[in-house]
């Protein structure tokens, strides 16, 4: 029998026999449902991948801290390394961003702002800029000049000097006071800054009655059972959208499977599924770079291995459906809808020899029951 019916017969038994799990969805309650799925060759490729030995000494390679798979609401793969555990709360760099959008997509659903409002009506603090809309900022497009270079180029980095030297006290008005150089709407250029002003925003979009310091937990967390969340804040009590959102992996991909599911968690729509095909339309006025082959294409504040124009999708080896949040030094969360995956991974990656497709081709390799072109 081959390997992969021999896969999916053990996992249709194993649903099949789970008290709660027959003839419905699975859904996490506090704990994932869970099963075993037999060894095979397509694991050990990505065991091999995934986790090479660590050379924590030089901090080189690929080095994978947490690496768990979600097939249609049922863990089938976890596996950790380094300090990581099944417990701990990793930071999640850049993923900060895709979370803190799903936060404010349960805004969007309550009627609290429009996409198409200036970002000023609700962070007065950015009226220097009042072309510029919600909208454009969930793009990365705002048209500011805005330098997204990290320790490699520490001198002229506008996010370096964010989060942790002259803007840090206050992150969103250090991004304000940066002058445009494009108009709004018209240019993707990645910002942290533009991420942090939604964070910004989102207290003004919730008016004073708001409880913006609970918020994340009451509209997203808490409604999906996440329960291991640290959001760390600036000196202004801003939550740091960009950067500092902390969750175990099992939580994480908690909102993977919301995303995965169209913003609905059983029976309660958290999202609007307005809100989540937002999330993954390319921005229209991308143009992609042709010596930046690789590179995710833009959506809401999530990226998309979509085809734009005349260039082939990101991710090869993946289905065109597959967006991802993504951080800094390897972080990632991938939703792949069409193959009803969600693949949460932790790193710890220092010198750009990990490759999301080549993760993502033996992901599927070995839990899709049919890789989709």
Do not use: C
């Amino acid at each position: 029998m081959p390997a992969s019916l021999l896969r999916r017969l053990t996992l249709a038994l194993t649903v099949a026999m789970t008290p709660g799990l027959a003839l419905a969805e699975a859904w996490p309650t506090t704990e994932w449902p869970r099963t075993k799925i037999a060894g095979s060759p397509a694991i050990e490729a990505l065991d091999a991948y995934a986790f090479p030995a660590r050379d924590d000494a030089t901090r080189q390679g690929v080095r994978t801290d947490a690496l768990l798979v979600i097939r249609d609401g049922i863990l089938v793969y976890e596996r950790y390394a380094g300090p990581t555990q099944v417990d701990t709360p990793h930071l999640t760099w850049s993923i900060s961003k895709s979370i803190m959008a799903t936060v404010l997509g349960v805004a969007y659903g309550e009627g609290r702002f429009k996409l198409d409002a200036p970002a000023a009506e609700y962070y007065p603090p950015f009226a220097r800029h009042p072309g510029v809309k919600v909208g454009h900022l969930l793009n990365w497009a705002s048209g500011l000049d805005w330098q997204e270079d990290y320790e490699y180029a520490p001198l002229k980095s506008s996010v370096v000097a964010m989060l942790y030297t002259r803007g840090r006290s206050d992150m969103a008005q250090f991004a304000a006071e940066h002058e445009a150089d494009a108009a709004p709407g018209q240019r993707f250029r990645y910002s942290s800054g533009d991420s942090n002003v939604l964070s910004a925003a989102l207290r003004g979009m919730l008016g004073p009655q708001g409880n913006y310091a609970d918020y994340p937990w009451t509209a997203l967390f808490e409604p999906i059972g996440i329960t291991s969340a640290v959001w760390e804040t600036d000196a202004a009590g801003t939550f740091v959208g960009s950067s500092y959102a902390y969750l175990t992996a099992r939580d994480l991909a908690r909102i993977g499977l919301l995303m995965q599911r169209d913003g609905r968690w059983q029976e309660r729509q958290v999202l609007p599924k307005a809100w989540v095909e937002f999330n993954r339309t390319p921005f229209a006025n991308y143009q992609p770079q042709p010596d930046k082959t690789g590179d995710a294409v833009p959506g809401g504040q999530w990226w998309l291995n979509a085809a734009v124009g005349a260039t082939a999708k990101p991710w090869p080896d993946a289905p065109g459906t597959t967006f991802a949040a993504l951080g800094h030094w390897g972080q990632a969360l991938y939703v792949l809808p069409t193959e009803k995956l969600v693949v949460v991974r932790y790193a710890d990656d220092r010198d750009g020899s990990y490759q999301h497709n080549e993760l993502l081709k033996r992901v599927t390799a070995a839990f899709a029951e049919e890789v989709q072109p």
